[in-house]
């Protein structure tokens, strides 16, 4: 059985930072790509990172040159790290599993699996 949980949420200030974990059980770790998503009440889910079965990221435009998504996969985890944090950037974070479709500059990543999210809260 699939299973992933994060952790890491939190408050901080703004131009903070914070890391945030996913460990992903019950399946090759590798197998699937990965992704944070987050999603604030009344607004659509966005995707924050991705992170494909060959190391490739990529990253939303919200985002891009202030967090970084990577994986341990010794630990089976996936990380988001997170600086220079905006007030905007406060929203439920979610890791999601699912398969790759594709490969390079045009690779999906499918979210099969889902955490069951993080908050994060970021103060002016």
């Known amino acids: 059985q699939v299973q992933l949980v994060e952790s890491g949420g939190g408050s901080v200030q703004a131009g903070g930072s914070l890391r945030l974990s996913c460990a992903a059980s019950?399946?090759?770790?590798?197998?699937?790509?990965m992704q944070w998503f987050r999603q604030t009440p009344g607004k659509e889910r966005e995707t924050v990172a991705t992170?494909?079965?060959?190391?490739?990221?990529r990253y939303g435009g919200l985002v891009k040159g202030r967090f970084t998504i990577s994986a341990d996969n010794v630990k089976n985890v996936l990380y988001l790290q997170m600086n220079s944090l905006k007030p905007e950037d406060s929203a439920t974070y979610y890791c999601?599993?699912?398969?790759?479709?594709?490969?390079?500059?045009?690779?999906?990543?499918?979210?099969?699996?889902w955490g069951q999210g993080t908050q994060v809260t970021v103060s002016s």
């Open positions: 999601a599993a699912g398969d790759q479709i594709g490969e390079g500059t045009w690779a999906l990543c499918g979210h099969r699996y």
């Open positions: 019950g399946y090759e770790f590798r197998s699937y790509c």
């Open positions: 992170i494909f079965s060959d190391g490739n990221t």
